[in-house]
């Protein structure tokens, strides 16, 4: 009897340990999983501007249009910190920035329905007729990229990428950059549970236009869906 008193502790002892470590299975070692990320692009390499003369780091400077669209594939999935603060996703510098140029009246207190659905299509409108006629104007100057974005009348915005942080480089003529949405430990010990990451290249086709391709995947968590990389191409005419 005594002796099966001893078994039963020892497998209590046991199923407990199992399934605090099973409880500990959402909360992964994220610097690992970040690390087997399966990127896209195989031989990548930090960016350099000795790079940027040669057929591994395009110059992608030119103007475009629809800039707003443009504007919009750099850097925006936020702050995700390693160790001592650092952030893995490259930062993008707002250096001069204008309210965009969209019209529409604000709505009555007693506002009805129709009035909101006619208000809304109406800056749908106006957003898409703006974005539509904005232009990118896209420079490297030192390290940096710097993209302005103008409908050249009363918009203006002006930012800038340090090319030299995290997550920039080049492969195969392609202006990469990469980022990470989710997976960073917090004060408490504790983390999010998933990762997805996302890879966007930007290439200067024979035409002189603009191609920027996006990937994204669903890299870990318990609601991932995803096996393989999202792909989406999008082209950017030169105007000159």
């Known amino acids: 009897m005594r002796r099966c008193k001893v078994m039963g502790r020892l497998w209590l002892t046991v199923l407990f340990w199992m399934f605090a470590l099973g409880g500990c299975a959402p909360f992964a070692d994220y610097k690992m999983l970040r690390r087997t990320v399966p990127w896209v692009a195989p031989q990548f390499v930090p960016w350099s501007a000795e790079r940027m003369a040669s057929s591994i780091c395009p110059d992608i ?115 990469i950059i990469r980022q990470f949405a989710g997976g960073q430990d917090t004060h408490e010990g504790k983390a999010p549970r998933s990762i997805r990451a996302k890879e966007t290249q930007f290439r200067v086709l024979p035409n002189g236009n603009l191609e920027a391709v996006n990937y994204d995947l669903d890299w870990y968590g318990e609601n991932t869906r995803a096996t393989d990389w999202k792909k989406r191409v999008f082209i950017y005419e030169r105007m000159k």
């Not at 925006?76 to 140029?101: H, R, W």
């Not at 007693?110 to 990118?136: C, P, V």
């Not at 710097?146 to 409908?151: A, F, K, L, N, P």
Request: glycine fraction near 8%; aromatic fraction near 8%.
């Open 61 to 175: 400077g030119g103007v475009y249009r629809r800039g707003v669209a443009l504007n919009n594939e750099f850097p925006g999935y936020g702050i995700v910190y390693e160790d001592g603060g650092i952030n893995l996703n490259p930062v993008v510098v707002t250096l001069q920035a204008s309210k965009e140029p969209i019209a529409v009246p604000e709505l009555p207190s007693n506002y009805t329905k129709e009035q909101w659905i006619a208000m809304a299509k109406e800056r749908t409108r106006q957003q898409q007729a703006f974005y539509a006629k904005s232009i990118a104007y896209v420079s490297h100057e030192a390290h940096s990229l710097v993209i302005r974005v103008t409908d050249n009348e009363q918009y203006n915005r002006v930012a800038s990428i340090d090319l030299r942080q995290a997550g920039i480089g080049c492969s195969n003529g392609a202006l």
